[in-house]
């Protein structure tokens, strides 16, 4: 084809190319307009953004920036520990298992406490500072054994005939190479001469009287008449010369004591004469002493008349010695519930004992005994402590398939067995450590502590599956998914974070804890921050070494759990391959935040909140120490009873006083006797001093009124060893050697034995305590007074557990809600937050009440922990509800928040139920009461920090981050997750300080 052009002229050519230049020109003053307008527009619009960006980075508070400094500096930390780890596996498994090792070696200084008064009591408290001037003032190494004898009716012949039975097969008991018995072992005390009121003095023939005559007293015990006291009618050189020669018995108390241990009368008693005798005869037939049997019995019928006719209790006591040659020569067992050292001989008699009075095939099935040794409460809370080991195995078998199933896929190579064995050796490893170095600097095990190993699989768990969530996002990246190395770092950059903001925020409430006075919840405390502290290290080396060393043996195509075995061209089955974690969210999401189910959720919640503020309201505070003892054992049985049938009796104590001027202070004291009879708080008041104004009005040419020292002193001597006054004689410290024919040496301080009034609640036993405190402060007295008993123990630990627990909670959330608005970097968010811990809490408590719990140390520490834990569960999704900025729509963001971190969370809390379910058959208090308080945590705090929450948000929940709150280093692979929506969300969970389930 062939065309045709024609040239222009050179006048037209002339002319065109002056309009060629002059369009030209103008093209160009115009381009050059238009480029430096639109240079200009560029540079305005340039200017206003970046303006605005100033403006948005302004915006930033001052909370947002440090949040960023420091999730910053964290990562790039945990980002160079993940690689040197991933770079030396073998050398970080071994180093970790030395260092576990070597701290494991301090358990060999491993001890229990097991005294209430050393666990559950401030040791700067009133009863711990009189209990130790009373071990140094009135040391005592009597110990005593206690049977509690129980019928349709105790005064028959039958039951005193086996009370006797009882009574020779203990004194047949021998133990040990020399055959150590009773009467080896027992207390013995002089067996007082008695004689007859109605006998004139002159009848007596001094010379041929057997004054410690046991057949004798036997024969006067029958007589109805009442006995009088042989030192106020015989001269007092003749008295005291046969005290040399009276029987000393071995202290052993019953309703056997009425027919003075005589197996003859004893076994030909009749019914009627059992109840006759017990209201007639008032004299004890082998010790000569005054006594009221009826303070035997218990659950009492009186007749019109007051006389006893029925009982369906008694008690029956033999009181032991401690040897102290035996001691010295080391030759003891520490008792465990008292903390004394009891010779060994005495130790395993005790134990006999017990088989002896509980196990008597001959013995009639309508009798029933009950036994408490002196050794009962240290031996078997002893046992309680390693007795629940076998649900411990269980409930670490239950984890071990749990997080198997969790973190591997279901298909031969994918599965994770092993991994998930070596997480769980990794909180063996922990728990080694914390027992080791609380060893080593002397902190006590107490029952309390045995809650720790499953505490801490249940937190180190969570941390495993932190550190495998982060693992799989990491080996999306292209460089990290052939780089094991760089996987681990990216994998630590994200979860280190994570792990170490929510096992911060555990140690530092344990920390806080253990500032309190209660020596159990201190103990506790060290315990637990040191065993999460080192659960926490140990995950984040030991175990992050073998998820390298596994990631190896899935790469080769390596069985999961027999690694040795290599599965050639294998292939996933298609259903290993679904997330149905993921799938059950998103239906979950679609569907709780509809509009009519968040308005159900929300009248839902408000009602719950108002139910659990009522019945928290209900919670009183109550304590006691045998709680910890399991309600299957003799001892628990033996309290039981003697709480039912002897209610009236009330707790035992003493007056204690010291440098007491004598006789000028009696009128002051015989004052404060009548003021605490009539104060109404206790119930008897046994003084030596009003015992003695009546010994010696039966003296007349003593005149009560005019007594000077030297004849108190006089009088006292022979008074304290006579049937009057013999039983006060170990109510007194005296500066010598008491002798019957000389004056007492010099008193340095003496007590007054009370009997309080029962006082079940903590209110009526602070009332009673401060009121007996106020009397005795109130002596007008010089010198040393005080108050003391064991029940003290348990009413002054009433009075401060409540402040306690308050104290600890409070810090517990200071402390929780500083580190969650530092990391949150959102005011209204961190308030939310709080809100569903306080919820939480809050319901916890509510659920104590219904299942019959108290506010005692243990459900204190409990209940401080639940704080640790429900935040968890909330600051999860809040800060993925922050962190998402695909939309400004509110329940846009709750949904994203909800999909990708709510099967964290789920896990977390179900990881935490398995970890305490199996305690719900545990006969133990300290594992009961973790079970339900934790129950209670974990599915009230999911519930509001799955449901509520979200849906709360999705009406008022704060605004996005800023785009650059969380920039990081790692630019080009944000940019790939950037492409990828589903590796969008991972992004806005794994970047999170709190990517974890729960803590």
């Not at 190494?141 to 005939?161: C, F, G, H, P």
């Amino acid at each position: 084809m062939c065309t045709t052009s024609t040239s222009p002229s050179p006048a037209g050519k002339e002319e065109s190319q002056n309009t060629d230049d002059s369009t030209e020109a103008t093209v160009k003053i115009t381009n050059d307009a238009v480029v430096e307008m639109e240079a200009g527009g560029e540079h305005e619009n340039k200017d206003k953004e970046n303006e605005k960006e100033q403006k948005k980075k302004n915006k930033r508070s001052f909370l947002n920036k440090v949040s960023a400094l420091i999730t910053k500096g964290l990562e790039e930390k945990f980002e160079s520990h993940g690689r040197r780890v991933a770079s030396h596996p073998r050398m970080t498994v071994a180093f970790c298992l030395v260092i576990s090792a070597l701290c494991g070696l301090g358990t060999m200084g491993f001890f229990t406490e097991l005294r209430p008064y050393r666990l559950w009591i401030p040791q700067n408290s009133e009863f711990i500072k009189v209990m130790n001037w009373q071990a140094e003032n009135f040391p005592s190494s009597y110990r005593q054994q206690m049977a509690v004898w129980e019928a349709d009716n105790v005064l028959t012949a039958k039951v005193i005939q086996e009370m006797w039975r009882l009574h020779t097969r203990v004194v047949d008991i021998k133990v040990g190479s020399n055959d150590t018995s009773w009467d080896d072992l027992c207390t013995r005390v002089p067996s007082m001469p008695v004689g007859s009121s109605e006998k004139p003095e002159e009848e007596y023939d001094y010379d041929d009287f057997d004054y410690g005559s046991l057949s004798l007293r036997r024969r006067r015990s029958t007589n109805e008449k009442k006995d009088a006291d042989l030192s106020l009618i015989l001269p007092r050189d003749q008295y005291c010369r046969t005290l040399e020669s009276l029987p000393k018995m071995c202290l052993e108390t019953s309703l056997l004591e009425v027919w003075g241990l005589d197996e003859e009368r004893i076994m030909n008693l009749t019914d009627e004469q059992v109840v006759k005798d017990i209201n007639t005869v008032q004299l004890s037939g082998v010790f000569g002493f005054q006594v009221n049997f009826t303070k035997y019995l218990g659950s009492v019928t009186y007749d019109r008349r007051g006389r006893v006719i029925s009982a369906k209790a008694a008690s029956h006591i033999w009181v032991t010695r401690v040897d102290e040659l035996a001691v010295m020569n080391g030759q003891f067992i520490v008792d465990q519930g008292s903390g004394e050292a009891v010779d060994t001989a005495g130790m395993i008699w005790e134990k006999k004992w017990v088989e002896t009075v509980l196990e008597d095939p001959s013995r009639p099935e309508d009798i029933t005994v009950y036994a408490q040794s002196a050794s009962s409460f240290g031996e078997i809370s002893d046992k309680n402590i390693w007795g629940d080991v076998k649900w411990l195995m269980v409930g670490i078998c239950i984890m071990i398939s749990f997080v198997n199933m969790t973190l591997g896929r279901r298909n031969l190579v994918q599965q994770r067995p092993m991994l998930a064995f070596m997480g769980i050796l990794s909180i063996g490893q922990g728990v080694a450590i914390a027992y080791g170095l609380c060893s080593i600097l002397g902190i006590p095990y107490n029952p309390v502590n045995s809650i720790l190993p499953i505490l801490l699989i249940g937190l180190g768990v969570d941390d495993m599956f932190v550190i495998m969530a982060a693992w799989e996002t990491a080996g999306k990246h292209k460089s990290a998914a052939t780089d094991l190395v760089e996987r681990a770092g990216k994998t630590m950059r994200h979860a280190g974070v994570a792990i170490t903001v929510t096992s911060l925020t555990d140690v530092t409430a344990f920390a806080v804890g253990a500032s309190t006075d209660l020596p159990a919840l201190r103990s506790f405390c060290i315990y637990a921050s040191i065993g999460i502290f080192a659960v926490y290290a140990l995950q984040a080396t030991f175990f992050l070494a073998w998820v390298v060393r596994d990631e190896t043996r899935l790469r080769e195509n390596r069985n999961g759990f027999l690694w040795c075995v290599v599965h050639r061209d294998w292939k996933p089955w298609a259903c290993s391959k679904r997330d149905l974690m993921a799938d059950f969210f998103k239906w979950f999401c679609r569907f709780f935040l509809s509009t009519p189910v968040r308005v159900i959720i929300l009248i839902f919640t408000g009602a719950l909140m108002a139910v659990s503020v009522w019945t928290t309201l209900k919670l009183h505070q109550e304590f006691n120490p045998m709680w910890f003892i399991p309600q299957d054992s003799y001892l628990y049985k033996c309290f039981e009873a003697t709480k039912h049938h002897f209610p009236e009796s009330g707790e035992k104590g003493y007056i204690y006083f010291a440098n007491i001027s004598l006789p000028e202070d009696l009128v002051p004291l015989n004052k404060f006797v009548n003021d605490l009879t009539s104060s109404g708080v206790v119930s008897d008041v046994n003084a030596w001093f009003t015992a003695l104004d009546d010994y010696l009005s039966h003296i007349p040419e003593i005149d009560r009124t005019t007594i000077d020292y030297s004849m108190l002193q006089d009088k006292l001597s022979i008074f304290l060893q006579s049937a009057s006054g013999a039983s006060y004689r170990n109510d007194f410290s005296v500066d010598g050697q008491l002798e019957c024919l000389y004056p007492a040496p010099p008193v340095s301080s003496f007590r007054i034995a009370i009997t309080h009034r029962p006082a079940p609640t903590p209110k009526e036993q602070t009332a009673v305590l401060d009121t007996i405190k106020n009397l005795v402060a109130g002596v007008p007295v010089q010198g040393y007074r005080a108050a003391w008993a064991q029940a003290y123990s348990v009413w002054e630990t009433n009075e401060v557990v409540g402040i306690e627990l308050w104290r600890n909670m409070l810090l517990a959330a200071v402390v929780v809600g500083i580190v969650t608005l530092i990391l949150l970097a959102s005011f209204w968010g961190a308030f939310l937050v709080l809100l569903c811990v306080a919820s939480t809490v809050v319901g916890v408590g509510g659920t104590m009440w219904l299942w019959g719990l108290t506010v005692d140390t243990v459900s204190c520490i409990a209940l401080v922990l639940a704080i640790g834990l429900s935040v968890d569960y909330a600051a999860h999704i809040a800060h993925a509800f922050l962190a998402a900025r695909a939309s400004n729509d509110k329940k846009e963001r709750a949904r994203i928040a909800v999909e990708g971190v709510g099967s964290a969370v789920l896990k977390g809390g179900v990881s935490t139920l398995l970890a305490f379910v199996l305690l719900a058959w545990s006969s133990s208090h300290v594992f009961l009461t973790f079970f339900k308080v934790f129950t209670a945590a974990s599915i009230l705090g999911l519930y509001y920090g799955l449901i509520f929450l979200p849906v709360i948000l999705s009406f008022i929940g704060p605004d996005a981050y800023a785009e650059d709150l969380e920039e990081s280093d790692d630019t080009e692979s944000e940019k790939e997750i950037e492409k990828v929506p589903e590796l969008q969300q991972s992004k806005s969970y794994s970047n999170s300080a709190f990517s974890s389930e729960a803590a």
